[in-house]
């Protein structure tokens, strides 16, 4: 057995040694990636742990000789779990390194203003422009350095015009400095009509539509708290909102009807404001045929839906 376990001693410190030197050689001719490297860097005190262990449990009797191996397992599971969390501070945090603002004016009339975003972990805001230019589409995100954001805006010969933002990161490993949440908000022109389609990853999102002339509504989040004011007009088509993980509230104008799908969910309201309809498995405004304008809103909420 000592025998053993001395053989395997033997075999792991000159294997260290190289496994460390191939590593250094290799980060010293800049062949990893800059987030790798740093990330190399940050971590290198696990070697430590290494070598502590192995020699605390080399005198652990039976143990002794796998003492290389749960060493080397050990630190495995210490250095993933280290990253995780250090990873998901980071990630909660606000980061105002990237400043990206772009100001987009309408070209020609414009029969129909698409605007698609897609963004990652992101808290957003989308909201009326002011009534001083409504021939204009601004956005400004503020974000991580890890982020890069990019607009288009093209015009087809029916005048329809298509406005796209959407956040990538091409690092699959980001660097943890750099990393973070972002912050985007989005002004649309009123009195035109907007087909919006929205997709984000994680975070809280305020769609205040109140006074926009939306025509369609579409919105894919994965988690985060969904704040969403109605417009005052109808929607050519049910609106679709699907929210994996969070809560969805609704502010509906008062003079506007409401048909809500919940998908087998009841949703919070004040007492006599709806009522389920069994025949369509809405549930519906109080009097909703009476209202001149309606609006129908297929919900796929994974936390609680609020009607105000």
């Known amino acids: 057995?000592?025998?053993?376990?001395?053989?395997?001693?033997?075999?792991?410190?000159?294997?260290?040694?190289?496994?460390?030197?191939?590593?250094?050689?290799?980060?010293?001719?800049?062949?990893?990636?800059?987030?790798?490297?740093?990330?190399?860097?940050?971590?290198?005190?696990?070697?430590?742990?290494?070598?502590?262990?192995?020699?605390?449990?080399?005198?652990?009797g039976p143990l002794g000789r796998f003492a290389p191996l749960i060493a080397m397992v050990v630190s495995a599971i210490v250095l993933g779990v280290t990253v995780v969390v250090a990873y998901s501070t980071r990630a909660a945090t606000e980061r105002t390194d990237n400043v990206v603002r772009v100001s987009q004016p309408l070209e020609a009339p414009v029969s129909l203003l698409r605007v698609v975003v897609?963004?990652?972990?992101?808290?957003?805001?989308?909201?009326?422009?002011?009534?001083?230019?409504?021939?204009?589409?601004?956005?400004?995100?503020?974000?991580?350095?890890e982020s890069v954001v990019t607009t288009d805006f093209t015009t087809d010969s029916e005048g329809v015009a298509t406005f796209s933002l959407e956040e990538t990161r091409p690092s699959a490993i980001p660097a943890l400095?750099?990393?973070?949440?972002?912050?985007?908000r989005i002004e649309?022109?009123?009195g035109v009509p907007i087909?919006?389609?929205?997709?984000?990853?994680?975070?809280?999102?305020?769609?205040?539509?109140?006074?926009?002339?939306?025509?369609?509504?579409?919105?894919?989040?994965?988690?985060?708290?969904?704040?969403?004011?109605?417009?005052?007009?109808?929607?050519?088509?049910p609106g679709e909102v699907y929210l994996a993980r969070g809560d969805a509230s609704v502010f509906v104008p008062d003079d506007i009807g409401l048909a809500v799908m919940a998908n087998g969910k009841t949703p919070?309201?004040?007492?006599?404001?709806?009522?389920?309809?069994?025949?369509?498995?809405?549930?519906?405004?109080?009097?909703?045929?009476?209202?001149d304008r309606q609006i129908t809103l297929n919900l796929n909420i994974g936390g609680v839906i609020d009607l105000q």
């Open 1 to 60: 057995m000592q025998k053993t376990t001395a053989r395997n001693r033997r075999f792991f410190w000159p294997l260290l040694v190289i496994a460390l030197g191939a590593v250094a050689l290799v980060q010293a001719l800049a062949v990893f990636p800059p987030t790798v490297a740093d990330l190399i860097n940050r971590a290198w005190p696990i070697v430590l742990v290494i070598v502590g262990l192995t020699l605390l449990l080399g005198q652990a």
């Open 118 to 145: 897609r963004s990652l972990d992101t808290t957003v805001e989308i909201s009326p422009r002011v009534p001083d230019d409504q021939t204009l589409i601004t956005a400004e995100f503020i974000g991580s350095a």
């Open 268 to 291: 919070r309201f004040a007492e006599g404001e709806y009522l389920f309809d069994p025949s369509s498995g809405a549930y519906l405004s109080r009097r909703f045929d009476d209202y």
């Open 195 to 237: 087909a919006l389609d929205f997709t984000n990853g994680n975070g809280t999102v305020s769609l205040n539509l109140l006074g926009l002339q939306v025509a369609r509504l579409d919105v894919i989040m994965q988690e985060g708290d969904l704040l969403l004011s109605l417009p005052r007009g109808s929607l050519e088509r």
């Open 188 to 190: 649309l022109p009123l």
């Open 177 to 184: 400095e750099t990393i973070g949440r972002g912050r985007l």
